[in-house]
């Protein structure tokens, strides 16, 4: 037994001084290559490649940059005209958003921030400028089913800037995004809300009947956002602010605006930019319902009112 535990304790001892050489002769070996390494690269510089974890704009803009080169291109703009209830009328006042697209003063809005003007014939809108000063503006033409109208500011009217339209094929969900408008009035003018593209090509059914595919984003878009201009962080536009998902009964929803993709706008410019026909008349539509409180014999058009100096009017 005496001599088994000497003999343990002597494969022991081997073991250990074996270890203790193998362990003194990686760390001389790895001073000696260390040393060796080091006298190569005295004096030089080395360049490590960096790690890419995620994908990146080489030239993306911040929020900052983004809002300094678009704000001054976008509007505010008020449309007053007459709503009727029934046959009562009453005079009220719509406040929206656009984006100027040209030096000859046109701009680009949602057709709901101006059918107010369009519906009281008059087509004429107030535009508010990013330095402040009133102008007045008209309608020159819409596409109501597409919820896309243009107008244009009195000639002679300094244009402040102009912006850079993009390519709204190009998106992609987690791209990030900015708008620019006027949410709740006037007071909270040239307003930025940031966010990222939710999600592509929505197809909805706004409140006004319009379908069509649309951006959706979580950055903040409320009432009078709408016509307002969605940025990408090259400063390109890439949406027209349009709507907003709301809740229903005790249903909260946030973060669920959508935008009118800019290439839907960009086919129709051309056309939008030359005048439509107006006929000088403003009309209600009367109902079998209507038609009943209102003892009227039939369902029709009922004219309120002519246009001076119109065709209607010529007539």
Known sequence: ?????????????????????ALSGGLIGGVVTYKTITSNLEGKTVNLAPVNFTQ?????????????????????????????????????EGIGSGFIINEDGYILTNYHVVELAISNNTKDVTVILSTGEEVAA????????????????????????????????????????????????????????????????????????????YIQTDAAINSGNSGGPLINTKGEVIGINTAKLSGQSETTIEGMGFAIPI????????????????LGITVR????????????PKEGLWVVGVTENSPAAKA
């Open 263 to 278: 290439n839907d706008a960009k086919d129709r410019i051309e056309s939008l930019s030359k005048p439509i026909l107006n």
């Open 285 to 296: 539509e009367v109902n079998s319902e209507l038609a009943k409180q209102n003892n009227l």
């Open 138 to 213: 008209k309608v020159v033409n819409y596409d109501q089913n597409r919820d896309i109208a243009m107008v244009k500011l009195v000639d002679g009217t300094k244009v402040p800037a102009v912006v850079e339209l993009g390519d709204s094929d190009g998106l992609y969900v987690g791209q990030e995004v900015v708008a620019i408008g006027t949410p709740l009035g006037k007071n909270f003018a040239q307003t930025l809300t940031k966010g990222i593209v939710s999600g592509v090509n929505r197809n909805l059914t706004t409140e006004g009947g319009n379908t069509g595919d």
């Open 56 to 92: 990146s704009d080489e030239n993306a803009l911040s929020a900052q940059a983004v809002y300094q080169k678009v704000s001054p291109a976008v509007v505010t703009i008020s449309a007053k005209g007459t709503e009727y209830k029934g046959f009562f009328a009453q005079d009220v």
């Open 1 to 21: 037994k005496k001599l088994k535990n000497k003999r343990g304790l002597k494969i022991f001892g081997t073991i250990a001084i074996a270890l203790t050489i």
